[in-house]
């Protein structure tokens, strides 16, 4: 039987035809230059008037019927309304044209049969073109038809023209494509729309102390900590080592906030009485609309707060009785100088502070023109047959976009263009692509999440300036049974740099803005707050309409990338092995020197090494020299095109099945006590090895260090004899004769080296470590 061919996971250029080809030199002169044009035919339906009662109440319930061919949109209708206005746009590609008038009909909502009232017919030949930025075309009225092409009572204002997917009524308009989505929170679920991610604050709380704290038991040295909640994040202090009713902490508790603050801060004092008990001492409501908001380094002030103890009285649940007990004295910010992270540090895609009053100046511009995707896999089935209905989602900074969803289309085309500002180079712009689930009144026969198709990276610093980058990226996702690549997505990019000395100058500053090195977070807080900043992200974007679904928001932020992986465990270590390849073969390539393999390069490298010892100030500028033009030949082979996903070096295409399972298995795991022991058996035979070659560089350290230490006394007398002579041979010889021996002592012919190691080596693996001291 034959195999099948391997599948073809590379990235691809490509040649569209972008802008309708118009170009001029190296730009283009169209608003949406990075995306194909695509013709469509708006008809704009403003309002009616004077329509004609259907009784004797004189009132009518009218909607239109926009009809072209098979195809039919309707407007939403009114009760007893003579004169209504409903101001909608119905969009119909022009490859889909199937005849060659356009019909709008007004009828009267009845629930028997609907209502003749009137029509209108365009001759699709007659229809004026309009290309932005041109103003909008205005409408006009209109006088009903009936079926005989006689003119009847009433009127309707329309506008009906030609244009592209640059239109601004293209948004919002009702596309012919997506026909057969109904209901209005369906249709807003298909429209392109951009979100904001929140404006996000590191909250620091630093818990200095308390004073006069009313005890439940004061025969007994109390255990006290502070709980902070902000939200669902909560936070405590370790319990005061000052067993007074005055307990101070002086510690810090960092939290994610959002703008606009809907939750107040909860600082709660209390006191440990049991092992599994604890009593609130008192606490307060602190909202953030009032807490100091610092922009460097300088400490604000610290403020007293009465905290409030809420005794409830006997007999009775409702009633709470509230009296003074105690104060809290804290130190509280919204600190403005740290860039709240929200992404994995590898993939940011905005390294800026929170306050706008330290951002610098942009430094160019990004644009992106999603085109098309091509050979999409059957994410869903209806009607007995597999479909998928695809959108993309862009992130860049704070902007998100979200396409316009493509119904039933294995190959769909959006050719939507989209522009941020780029503040620095070195960031990631990230495409993904999803499946809609939410279609039909939320299709409550599907999965309910919008399924996954692939993800795209792209780093800015990779792109050349103002050039075009048009390429068809391979859409792969991983699954429990492997690597598999659900179609390709066509892209254009361009990065265009405003100030190239601006730019420059960006590759000189921090990565991350000052306060991370001035004051920095630890990792596990980092961790944290980053887990904190993705859970408030993906909840704000939830709630916008239609709202960008947190399966979606948690996908493009990389949610849980730091679980355990077998796989990417191996990825990361052949990629040490790849950095480290390059110092293994100047190893290797100074062996053979030494063992004269090549003897022309061998008395090569004497004469180099004599010319370098009597000339010693043209060794920097060698060395440069030397990486100089390294660099200057690569530059024939340098990459021309973006990087993307490798299956190859992230080991998806050669996983063990039990690893990828392992993978994708929940925390806790959920797998069977027999599977998990083999995986904590293997990884302890893993870790075994690790341990090995830890304790190994910690002997050769502790030797080192038992050079001086005396441990060994006859090893350290030899060892400081031998610094005695050699401080004066070197003294009384000159540094010249002795780099020439040395060099010439190290490259000297195999026929006077012998294959015992050498006395030195002989001398440090005798030296003591501390192995002896371990149980």
């Known amino acids: 039987m034959q195999r099948p061919p391997p599948e073809d996971f590379s990235l691809k250029e490509t040649k569209p035809h972008l802008g309708g080809g118009k170009i001029s030199g190296d730009k283009h002169t169209s608003t949406f230059d990075l995306v194909e044009q695509m013709q469509y035919l708006y008809v704009r339906v403003a309002k009616a008037r004077d329509l004609p009662p259907k009784d004797v109440t004189g009132s009518c319930d009218p909607y239109v019927e926009v009809r072209l061919g098979n195809y039919k949109g309707t407007t939403r209708h009114f009760e007893k309304k003579s004169n209504p206005e409903w101001n909608q746009v119905f969009a119909f590609s022009k490859d889909r044209l199937q005849a060659s008038v356009l019909e709008v009909i007004v009828k009267d909502k009845d629930f028997v049969k609907d209502d003749f009232m009137g029509r209108v017919i365009f001759d699709l030949s007659e229809v004026p073109k309009r290309v932005p930025p041109d103003s909008p075309l205005a409408p ?8 005989k092409a006689d003119k009847v009572k009433g009127e309707i204002m329309l506008a009906v023209w030609m244009g592209t997917q640059a239109d601004e009524a293209f948004s919002e308009a009702w596309h012919s494509d997506a026909a057969t989505v109904s209901g209005s929170d369906a249709l807003a679920n298909i429209r392109s729309k951009v979100y904001l991610s929140p404006k996000l604050w590191y909250l620091r709380v630093n818990v200095i102390e308390a004073q006069d704290l009313l005890l439940t038991d004061k025969g007994r040295y109390p255990e006290v900590y502070v709980k902070a909640i902000l939200g669902n994040q909560m936070l405590r202090t370790r319990i005061s080592q000052s067993r007074t009713i005055h307990p101070m902490w002086n510690e810090d508790l960092m939290f994610v906030a959002a703008e606009p603050f809907e939750e107040p801060l909860i600082l709660s004092v209390e006191e440990r009485v049991a092992p599994n008990k604890d009593e609130v001492l008192g606490r307060c409501g602190i909202p953030l609309q009032y807490v100091d908001r610092r922009l460097d380094h300088k400490p604000v002030n610290t403020r007293w707060f009465n905290l409030e103890r809420h005794v409830m009285v006997e007999g009775d649940q409702k009633k709470k009785e509230t009296k003074f007990s105690s104060r809290i004295h804290t130190r509280i910010c919204l600190e403005g100088g740290y860039h709240v992270l929200d992404e994995s540090t590898h993939y940011s895609s905005d390294l800026r502070p929170t306050a706008k009053q330290l951002w610098k100046q942009s430094i160019g511009v990004l644009e992106l023109g999603i085109l098309n995707a091509q050979g999409l896999l059957p994410m869903k089935t209806k009607d007995g047959r597999g479909t998928t209905d695809a959108y993309c989602v862009a992130k860049y900074g704070q902007k998100w976009v979200r396409t316009r969803t493509i119904i039933d289309s294995f190959m769909p085309k959006w050719n939507e ?37 692939g993800k795209v990276r792209i780093r800015l610093s990779t792109l050349e300036m103002d050039r075009v980058y048009t390429h068809s990226y391979p859409l792969l996702v991983l699954y429990p049974s492997g690597v598999k690549k659900m179609g390709e997505i066509h892209l254009a990019v361009r990065f265009t740099c405003s100030s190239l000395l601006n730019m420059m100058h960006m590759y000189s500053q921090p990565l991350l803005p000052k306060m991370h090195y001035i004051y920095p977070l630890t990792v596990s807080q980092l961790d944290n707050l980053r887990h904190q900043a993705t859970q408030i992200v993906s909840m704000r974007l939830n709630r916008a309409e239609p709202p960008l679904r947190k399966e979606v928001v948690e996908y493009m932020l990389d949610v849980g990338s730091h679980m355990w992986s077998m796989r990417r465990s191996k990825a990361n270590f052949f990629r040490i092995m790849g950095v480290l390849s390059g110092l293994i073969a100047v190893g290797k390539w100074f062996d053979q020197i030494c063992n004269w393999k090549n003897p022309i390069t061998t008395v090569l490298i004497h004469i180099l090494l004599i010319i370098l010892v009597v000339y010693p100030e043209l060794i920097l ?3 440069f020299l030397y990486l100089f033009l390294i660099g200057v030949w690569y530059y024939r082979w340098r990459p021309r095109m973006p990087p993307h996903m490798d299956t190859r070096l992230s080991h998806a295409d050669s996983a063990h099945p039990d690893e990828l399972d392992e993978e994708f298995d929940t925390f806790p795991s959920t797998r069977s006590p027999d599977t998990v022991k083999m995986r904590y058996d293997r990884l302890r035979s893993i870790a075994g090895r690790i341990q090995t070659v830890v304790g190994d560089l910690a002997t050769q350290g502790e030797r080192l260090q038992s050079l001086l230490s005396w441990r060994d006394p006859r090893a350290t007398a030899l060892f400081v004899i031998f610094c005695l002579v050699a401080a004066i041979v070197l003294y009384v010889t000159p540094f010249q004769v002795v ?29 003591p470590a501390r192995t002896d001291c371990m149980l």
Not at 140 to 147: K, M, T, V
Not at 430 to 445: A, P, Q, W, Y
């Open 417 to 453: 263009q989209y522009t941020w500002e780029v503040f620095d180079p070195c960031t990631v712009i990230t495409i993904g692509v999803f499946d809609n689930c939410h279609l039909h009144g939320g299709d409550k026969s599907g999965p309910g999440r919008d399924m996954r198709i």
């Open 739 to 767: 780099a020439l021996l040395a060099g010439f002592y190290i490259l000297r012919h195999p026929r006077f080296r012998h294959k015992l190691p050498s006395v030195p080596l002989n001398f440090f693996r005798r030296l």
């Open 621 to 623: 500028p060698t060395v």
């Open 140 to 147: 006009q009225w209109y006088r009903l038809e009936d079926r």
